[in-house]
């Protein structure tokens, strides 16, 4: 890790965030599953998922394949509309994370977020994805991008245009969902 | 998990609990503490304005019951809501915290407000309860302190009621618009719709507690004109989100076609609204009796409003 990574870290200027390759994504599953095994997600809750969409009349078919978790929203109403400040916004990378100490569970959260990226865990408080803060501050890639085998995630500082995720969105024309919803969304697709 | 629309199939992996297919995290207690809450609210604001409008006489059941019932009534709100929270040893986090931009942060005090004015409110009541002066409890010392209430501490008391129940009837409201991902919900008419329908509950709730006749009457005269203006913030609301942006109007779908719409005109609007409006106008022209009808229908009328108003609000949601 650069001494300069470490500044910026403690500065709080990184605005971390996720570009997904909608051509790149097979959708093998191989994110969720090691996202289940990294963040000991619970059996039968889902940080990360897999979507596909297939439109058109056959055989005038198009179909896209993105991984999802929480879209780290800008301007996040899960943060906003927490009553207990369990949901808040991390001074570090400038992700969204929970604290599991402040949470009761009341889903104002879960109800806010229109991503629906939310879900209660098994012990009672609401979890979400935290975009492995704990490698992202040891400089290493979350366990999504490291496992996927197409390169289809690039997870980085979107505040710094040499991150291959910031490159990414540069050369590719993107899209992002749901922006009616005002949060200013930091999770993209490459379309 | 497969949702399907005119040639556009879309397949997710992700099967969370109470989220998936629709979300449905908060299932029966939130919307029963909201109609809970709202009718405390009407209770508060009835209360008040008869002690600040003088007119004890006119209504001496409002006088003595509506602060008796508004305690227990919340007390058994929070319980639910209580009881609808995952984290409940956690329970106390609501206040060791104020959060200004979170509107539950705001209903948690609120509710304590409440608490503390309704409270009083309860207390002095009880303590002017002659009935129940005498039984054993009641000859404890402390209730003399609420007994030697000055009239001007009375009237002071029930301006802090008034102001409590506007706020904690509107709050019931503003707590469901704020959520920017559920588009049902983003209406500004959301709050007075809530405080307006809490306010003709409760007055529906004193006119099956009252047996004056005379007293009834006169409750008519304020339900009426309450249901009425009811049934035009409902029609305000549904006027508000089809005529909104494109998600406002997908939204509105769901009770201008979709799967709420027989149960949102047939209970909430008919049966809940309509119905009591033309038993009420016939009571006032002395066409038909006034009979109990009509109040049980409103008080049904408002806990339809908020189940389906929570229940399709959720279910609808900006999708995959």
């Known amino acids: 890790m650069s001494n300069a990574f470490i500044s910026s870290l403690k500065q709080g200027t990184r605005q971390f965030g996720m570009v997904v390759d909608t051509v790149a994504c097979v959708g ?14 619970p059996e039968g ?10 439109e058109g009349r056959f055989p005038d078919l198009k179909m896209e394949i993105w991984s999802e978790s929480c879209h780290q929203c800008a301007n996040a109403p899960c943060v906003s ?11 570090v990378t400038g992700t969204v994370q929970v604290d599991p100490a402040k949470c009761t569970g009341c889903k104002a959260c879960m109800t806010s977020c229109p991503y629906n990226a939310r879900y209660v865990h098994t012990d009672g408080y609401i979890d ?15 366990a999504c991008e490291s496992i996927c085998p197409t390169s289809a995630i690039a997870v980085g500082d979107l505040n710094d245009p040499s991150s291959r995720a910031s490159r990414m969105l540069q050369l590719r024309n993107s899209k992002q969902l749901h922006t009616a919803a005002g949060t200013r969304p930091k999770f993209s697709l490459l379309v | 998990m497969i949702m399907q ?28 503490d909201l109609f809970l809450a709202g009718l405390v609210a009407g209770l508060l604001v009835i209360f008040s304005a008869v002690v600040l409008l003088r007119k004890e006489e006119k209504f001496p059941t409002v006088v003595k019951w509506a602060p008796l019932y508004a305690i227990p009534l919340l ?3 929070l319980f639910l809501l209580f009881l609808d929270l995952s984290y409940k040893l956690h329970a106390f986090r609501f206040y060791t915290t104020f959060q200004v931009s979170s509107p539950m942060s705001w209903g948690s005090w609120l509710y304590l407000s409440v608490f503390a004015v309704g409270g009083l409110q309860f207390a002095y009541t009880l303590a002017e309860n002659h009935a129940w002066r005498s039984t054993r409890l009641g000859k404890l010392f402390f209730w003399k302190w609420f007994e030697g209430f000055e009239v001007s501490t009375r009237r002071k008391l029930a301006w802090g009621s008034l102001v409590a129940g506007i706020g904690l009837g509107t709050y019931t409201g503003v707590l469901l618009s704020t959520m920017p991902s559920r588009p049902l919900w983003n209406s500004g008419l959301m709050g007075p719709l809530f405080l307006i329908s809490g306010i003709a509950a409760a007055c529906a709730l004193m006119m099956l507690t009252s047996r004056q006749s005379q007293e009834r009457q006169s409750l008519l005269r304020i339900l009426l004109p309450a249901v009425l203006l009811n049934l035009i913030f409902v029609l305000m609301w549904v006027v508000d989100m089809s005529h909104g942006n494109a998600t406002n109007l997908e939204a509105s779908q769901m009770l201008l076609g979709g799967s709420y719409t ?36 409103v008080l049904f009328g408002g806990l339809a409003l908020r189940v389906l108003l929570v229940q399709a609000g959720q279910a609808f949601g900006y999708g995959v």
Do not use: M, Y
Not at chain 1, 45 to 54: D, M
Not at chain 2, 7 to 31: M, Q
């Open chain 1, 128 to 142: 979400k994805c935290t975009l492995c803060r704990h490698r992202l501050i040891d400089g290493l890639p979350t």
């Open chain 1, 28 to 41: 093998c599953s191989a994110c969720v599953l090691a996202c289940r095994n990294e963040n000991e997600v």
């Open chain 2, 75 to 77: 007390s058994l709100g």
């Open chain 2, 262 to 297: 027989a149960a949102f005109w047939a209970l909430v609007v008919v049966v809940g609204l309509l119905v009591p409006t033309v038993l009420q106008v016939q009571a006032v022209r002395g066409r038909w009796n006034l009979s109990l009808v009509a109040p049980v229908l």
């Open chain 1, 45 to 54: 809750c889902s940080r990360r998922w897999v979507n596909q969409v297939v």
């Open chain 2, 5 to 32: 629309s005119p040639f556009v199939e879309t397949t997710t992996t992700r099967v969370n609990g109470h989220v998936d297919p629709v979300l449905n995290v908060w299932p029966w207690e939130v919307p029963a």
């Open chain 1, 81 to 91: 509309n927490c009553p207990t400040g369990a949901s808040h916004v991390d001074e």
